[in-house]
């Protein structure tokens, strides 16, 4: 990646943070601030644990897309099989094993589930369970539980970050680890910039999550899908 171009859209960071677009991205740190508060996986009710988890007063598209309800579907997932649901989340939360495996198996494990909830369900009109091979929700759950390592994913991001960086080998493929790495390498610059921290802080109230994230790292990523080239 081009060390010049990081530097060049970490000062256009700067620069969106001082306007009224900065408050956009707010609910991202309430949807931690609400996941680390509420999300037990030992819960005996661990349904409303997650319920309570994936709540937010401003937005919820993170877990709620077009025709798409992959929190209901998990909540299907525990009322039929809570055990297996606990399992399935201890094995994508174990840092210790390699990323693309974690990842794979959870979206195998949700295939099973939703294998099994189908066959006693046959009338039902889900048509998926929403937990799929683009890791949107996997990485999701990666990054509520340890938004100081992980961050949202979608290939469309990492493809425009990569060329916005003038990297080579643009992925076609899924490859969330690698938008890991590239995030990390933003927050190492963006963490020591003393303004962007303090414009970054300052917009937070009671609601937000205020310990270590890769957030201000991935909204300087977000704005490549502002910017014109």
Known sequence: MNLQRIKEQIEVYRSWLKGPESYDNLYLWESVENFQKNFDLEAEDLANALDMALQNSSSRSLWTMEAKFPKQMMLKFIQMDKDMVRWTFKDLFRAENSLDGRLNRFIFHCDEMYSVWKKQNPKAHDLGHYHDSDHWMSTLYLFLSSPELYCPYNLNLLQKALKGFEAKNIPENEDPGRLFKIVKVV???????????????????????????????????????????
């Open 187 to 229: 927050d190492k610059f963006i963490s020591e910039d003393e303004e962007i921290m303090e414009l970054h802080q300052n917009r937070l109230n009671h609601k937000h999550f205020k310990s270590k994230t890769l957030l201000p790292a991935y909204e300087c990523l977000l704005l490549f899908n502002k910017q014109k080239r």
